[in-house]
């Protein structure tokens, strides 16, 4: 049961061969016994969660059920939830029970899904691994020396050790694609503004999406479904028609046969991506993806990106820049965590933020401060603004060249708990590949394609051009049809 | 140019962020690390580009000014610290 698909979950619960409290207390009972050590949900609620499950099982016993009705999903604990404890990772939401939910948290509650419980997160997504959650790391479950990758490291661990059989994500930097990547997953950050962010914690405004993750293209796909939509409470929510993302799995590629389902499509290769810093194990896994995709009729066409260079110093004013504006709210006055004692008000703001925040968000708020302040706009914040133009540029030229971009996730597999804790920028590193397409709003996924050093996952990335999801999503299907690489899971989780 | 001791005083000071001498020290060091990273975008010529400030170049929606928001005051304070009468409660700030 816990391999199953989301689809076969779906067909098993509406011809009653499960109930949905048996399916949620199957995975409740994995999480007892396993998170301990994996470390990969802040919140469970057992109560909570049966007794959604419940009035699942009612609304299939009355055939009302939708796709999702009655799937336990598990939310990244930066997904307002009400009721629930929502702490973003954090000191400073510690104890901050949201009294509303999010606009992805209502459309899973309105598909009938059930809330698994919140997982573990950087704190405030700002990291690659995991380790700046005030809850402590998240153990790869391939290998628990290892990160899981981060932010999203608590729903990757969580999907990876079938603790879950899905969860949201957020992605503003690769945040959904790393961890997918390093856990040996599939996830999926959609175009900017596809998923509405009311209600998910904001870290970074111009480039924070939301997405799904899961074992699957085609279980991924059924998650977009839910999470997509017009919301009029996120100012940037594209009001668009609805899409069925599913539309195209079974699908071959435009004029191809059903034994070369990808016959014509065309896919990027860009150079910038496989030069200095790629390690090898990684290059090789990715290499064999791309002579797979070959053999299911698909070309490779070279291309350039010659921007992707100055993605991660753009992202690192961009990102922290926004997130110093969007951190000013948590000051201890009307939510979460404020100082025991202090002299002033001033004083209340400074010794609140110095114990509520930890140091990775002290340290982006710094540079985000510093980088808007009198005399430093234009050098910082305006020049990086300029480079994301000239980013997004880039995959304009090369999409008149290609259908998708295809290149490695993630420089390295996953690395060693504390490895890079030490060393921002090596960390920040990490996420070289990734961070392209937050820049220019493009949608992004990681595909399990193989193992590198230490029989660790290793993650094929694929962008496509804007609104691209449901091709992106059948490509990366007729992989899977071909490949097992989705289908391996840790041992010892099973 | 690297960012001096006092300028990360200064800055944790309007970021409203309580930093000892100590961690000021080891802040410092890691940020000129970062800015070490950001300085490779300052060489690009990037004459002529608009900046891009956001992911998708639209103008936001426009909608009607209407009420869309009923009162949930003591809901959303019962998440506050300190509150009483309806009122957010903060340490004196006018004599």
Known sequence: MINASLKELSAALAAKNISSVELTRIYLERIERLNGELNAFITVDPGKSLALAGQADARIARGEHAPLTGIPVAHKDIYCTKGWLTTCGSRMLANFESPYDAHVIGRFGAAGAVILGKTNMDEFAMGSSNETSFYGPVKNPWDRAFVPGGSSGGSACAVAARLAPAATATDTGGSIRQPAALTGITGLKPTYGVVSRYGMIAFASSL?????????????????DVMAGFDPRDSTSLEREGEDYTRDLD??????????????????VPKEHFGEGLSSDVGRAIEAALAQFEELGAKRVAISLPNSGLSVPAYYVIAPAE??????????????????????LLDMYCKTRSQGFGAEVKRRILIGTYVLSHGYYD???????????????????????????????????????????????????????????????????????????????????????????????????????????????????? | MPLDLEQVKRIAHLARIEISQAEAAQTQDQLNDIFGLIERMRAVD????????????????????????????????SVAPQVEGGLYLVPKVIE
């Open chain 1, 208 to 224: 924070d999406q939301g997405g799904p993750m899961g074992k699957s293209a085609e279980d991924v796909a059924m998650l977009l």
């Open chain 1, 379 to 494: 050098a910082y914040y305006l020049k990086a603004q300029r480079v994301r133009r000239l980013i997004a540029q880039d995959f304009v030229e090369a999409f008149k060249k290609c259908d998708v971009v295809m290149g490695p996730t993630s420089p390295t597999v996953a690395f060693r708990i504390g490895a890079k804790t030490s060393d921002p920028v090596q960390m920040y590193l990490s996420d070289i590949y990734t961070i392209p397409a937050n820049l220019a709003g493009l949608p992004g996924m990681s595909v399990p394609c193989g193992f590198g050093e230490n029989e660790l996952p290793v993650g094929l990335h694929i962008v496509g051009n804007y609104f691209s999801e449901a091709r992106m999503l059948a490509v990366a299907h007729h992989y899977q049809r071909a490949t097992d690489w989705h289908r391996r899971a840790p041992a010892g989780v099973l």
């Open chain 2, 46 to 77: 990037t004459e002529g580009i608009a900046p891009m400030s956001h992911a998708q170049d639209l103008m936001l929606r426009l909608r009607e000014d209407a009420v869309t928001e009923s009162d949930q005051h003591p809901l959303f304070q």
């Open chain 1, 323 to 344: 997130a110093s504006s969007n951190l000013s709210r948590f000051d201890g006055v009307r939510y979460g965590y404020r100082a025991p004692e202090y002299r002033d």
């Open chain 1, 251 to 268: 699908r071959p590629w435009e004029g191809a046969s059903a034994g070369r389902p990808l016959q014509g499509l065309r896919i990027g």
